[in-house]
Antibody, heavy 124, light 107 residues
Framework: QVQLVESGGGVVQPGRSLRLSCTTS????????MHWVRQAPGKGLEWVAV????????YYADSVKGRFVISRDNSKSTLNLQMDSLRAEDTALYYC?????????????????WGQGTMVTVSS | DIQMTQSPSSLSASVGDRVTITCRAS??????LNWYQQKPGKAPKFLIY???SLQSGVPSRFSGSGSGTDFTLTISSLQPEDFAIYYC?????????FGQGTKVEIK
């Protein structure tokens, strides 16, 4: 079955870095754009970043632009999120999510499959 | 950025009730509107895409409608497993944005 499994979360001090990974299975990874979406404790959903099927196009929320980098390895069916200069407000459960489309900015984008999330806590 | 506003923020309803949740976009998004359901401690589940198309496996008591800026999610007969938080999301432009969520609670 289709599965997304996030890893790499943890507790980190402000200003430090963390790298999240999302290992996928059950579908042809290179055929889908992929997203990161986060949810702060007790709060709603916030889109973070998206990458196109081939990694050629990437887009970010303003709140993370210049600090986070999304990437993918289609040979390993894996999505990554490099998070630098972390802030307290980045504390959240980070989900990877599949887009039915191949394009990063395709109209009609949705999140049809979600992982269970990995928790990132930024605290001194 | 396109702002998505849901109403109400929460509601109490009984099993069997008809429930309607509204989502309004700050500008026209045609029908590029999706709905998700999230239960406590779980990842969101994709319910409806393109405003009114039911995702595979989603019960037919769920329906969506609307276009332009105003959209609704309707649960025709609320079931115990439907108590959750519901989010709308626009797929029209970057950045993708969600509504703040509507919590459906048991009366």
């Amino acid at each position: 079955q289709v599965q997304l499994v996030e890893s790499g979360g943890g507790v980190v001090q402000p200003g430090r870095s963390l790298r999240l990974s999302c290992t996928t299975s059950g579908f042809t990874f290179r055929n889908n754009a992929m997203h990161w979406v986060r949810q702060a404790p007790g709060k709603g959903l916030e889109w973070v970043a998206v990458i196109s099927y081939d990694g050629s196009n990437k887009y970010y929320a303003d709140s993370v632009k210049g600090r986070f980098v999304i990437s993918r390895d289609n040979s390993k069916s894996t999505l990554n999120l490099q998070m630098d200069s972390l802030r307290a407000e980045d504390t959240a459960l980070y989900y990877c999510a599949r887009d039915p489309d191949i394009a990063a900015a395709g109209i009609g984008s949705a999140f049809d499959i979600w992982g269970q999330g990995t928790m990132v806590t930024v605290s001194s | 950025d396109i702002q998505m506003t849901q109403s109400p923020s929460s509601l109490s309803a009984s099993v069997g009730d008809r429930v309607t949740i509204t989502c309004r976009a700050s500008q026209s998004i045609s029908n590029y509107l999706n709905w998700y359901q999230q239960k406590p401690g779980k990842a969101p589940k994709f319910l409806i895409y393109a405003a009114s198309s039911l995702q595979s496996g989603v019960p037919s008591r769920f329906s969506g409608s609307g276009s332009g800026t105003d959209f609704t999610l309707t649960i025709s007969s609320l079931q115990p497993e439907d108590f959750a938080i519901y989010y709308c999301q626009q797929g029209y432009s970057i950045p993708r944005t969600f509504g703040q969520g509507t919590k459906v609670e048991i009366k």
